[in-house]
């Protein structure tokens, strides 16, 4: 899936076009993670669909999530912008980030280091960048020259050697582990378990995918990981705020 997400997203880029600067003010990604305001901190995701799921929330406004998202206590947002497999777009990113306070991570499939000057256009905070599509070595030169234009990046893997190769040539500041088997789509957290020995305690460790209870929070905690990433059990819940709140097991404790 991943390859031919890669391709399509190739063909995306023979009809490019540079949308304009909205020259947001941006907000610290790392910094907000750094500063939890729940157990663990949170990366709120808007998202439509899914390749795997197909649409989670079709009637849903991406700045009422957004909004409902930092209401609820989370630290950072994320939005899907790719349209062609995600049913994301540029103008939610740019909306929700003119409505809230909080960083904003534009998730995509970065693959040219144009689509790296249009996050920084459309107002994201941060960029994703995956290691499974990009090689370590692109990785490297996509995370600086983000930096030079002011972009944090969450860099993604999906195993060990991936993350070792990363490693070799240089160490990010914010790791995901994705925990989503790219070949069969199953999750597991396990995965965390399993890298998290090997990541350096200099990176901030972001667990990704296959979260939707409290017992996944307390799980992927236990494995060293200072934020999780989550979307579709919060898009699915439908009720945004309960949804984050029972996330972190606060309904449970008779906290909301």
């Known amino acids: ?14 009809q490019f076009s540079m949308p304009k600067d909205e020259k947001v003010t941006n907000v610290s990604f790392i910094e907000s993670l750094c500063n939890p305001t729940h157990e663990l901190s949170l990366i709120a995701e808007v998202k439509k669909a899914s390749p795997s799921k197909g649409i989670i929330n079709a009637n849903f406004d ?23 497999f995600f049913m994301g777009s540029n103008a939610f990113l740019t909306e929700v980030k003119k409505h809230v306070s909080l960083p904003v991570l534009r998730k995509d499939f ?93 990176s901030l460790m972001v667990s990704e995918s296959g979260i939707s209870t409290y017992e996944d929070i307390k799980d992927v905690k ?16 439908g009720t945004y705020e309960k949804g984050i709140r029972r996330l972190f097991g606060e309904t449970v404790h008779g906290k909301a």
């Open 110 to 202: 970065i693959i040219d280091t144009r689509q790296i000057e249009e996050s920084k256009r459309i107002g994201a905070d941060a960029i994703l960048l995956i290691v499974r599509a990009l090689g370590a070595e692109k990785t490297k030169e996509f995370y600086e020259y983000a930096s030079k234009l002011g972009l944090e990046c969450l860099v993604e893997v999906h195993s060990k050697e991936e993350l070792e190769t990363l490693l070799a040539h240089f160490t990010p500041a914010i790791i995901g582990v994705n925990n989503r088997n790219l070949a069969t789509f199953e999750t597991s957290t396990k995965q965390t378990h399993s890298l998290s020995k090997h990541i350096p305690q200099s």
């Open 62 to 84: 991406p700045v009422e999530v957004a909004k409902a998202y930092e209401k609820a206590g989370a630290d950072a947002i994320s939005v899907l912008t790719d349209e062609s």
């Open 222 to 237: 236990s494995a060293g990981a200072k934020a999780v990433l989550v979307g579709e059990a919060l898009m699915r819940d």
């Open 1 to 14: 899936m991943l390859e031919q997400i890669i391709k399509v997203k190739h063909d995306e880029m023979e």
